[in-house]
């Protein structure tokens, strides 16, 4: 998290040209990088004017539920948990850490100015399509502007990839990118972190005011 927040913002603003205001800053991210890009939002919301997330891989609020609704983390998810959270698993910093519990305890002040947009389709092969529903019922029952859609028929990346002619697995990350090359060039640059299946694109000062647009 310090990465992102505290590194990377650093060493962006001491190498290029920056517009210094939160409103010029956007945080996005697919799957993994989803839950990171909506989870450090969310701890940080006057660091950016932006957030999106798309097929978040968003946990259920009570670890005792975690096997219960995704069973596949017994065979697949288990080892990656228990390397986050500890085995056994350590609740306390579970809940520190858990984008639906982060979300409400949110200060709606704070995130008056922050522009959440996240995604998800009904098909999503890990469930995660449940926990983002979870997400927006609970920023819509605190009266916190977001935009929300949830996808008919759509799989984990569909979302991101409908219309883009990139196939699932290999081209995830350019599609992410488009998203921010597309929009007014206002000067600055974007960067885009992908490691251990966790795509986050940070950008900076480009891609707010088109972001913005598809928000409001």
């Not at 096997?67 to 350590?90: Q, T």
């Not at 600055?188 to 480009?206: M, N, S």
Request: aromatic fraction near 8%.
């Amino acid at each position: 998290e310090d990465l992102v927040t505290k590194d990377l913002l650093t060493h962006l603003e001491a190498t290029w040209r920056l517009a210094p205001e939160r409103e010029k800053r956007a945080l996005m991210g697919v799957s993994m990088g989803g839950y990171g890009a909506l989870k450090i939002a969310f701890k940080n919301p006057m660091l950016f004017g932006t957030v999106a997330a798309h097929s978040s891989a968003i946990l259920p609020d009570d670890p005792k539920r975690l096997m219960e609704e995704f069973p596949w983390l017994k065979d697949r998810g288990g080892r990656l948990l228990a390397s986050v959270f500890g085995e056994p698993l350590d609740e306390e910093k579970y809940h520190a850490e858990n984008v639906l519990g982060l979300a409400a305890g949110l200060d709606a002040d704070k995130l008056e100015a922050l522009k959440i947009y996240f995604d998800c389709g009904d098909q999503d092969r890990y469930g995660f399509h449940r926990t983002n529903q979870q997400l927006h019922e609970l920023l819509d029952g605190k009266k916190l502007r977001h935009s929300w859609r949830l996808v008919e028929g759509g799989g984990q990346f569909a979302v991101l990839l409908q219309g883009r002619g990139h196939t699932e697995h290999g081209q995830r990350h350019a599609a992410l990118l488009e998203l921010a090359q597309d929009a007014p060039d206002t000067g600055a640059r974007a960067v885009l972190v992908d490691a251990f299946h966790a795509h986050v694109a940070f950008g900076v000062g480009r891609g707010v005011e088109h972001f913005g647009q598809e928000l409001l």
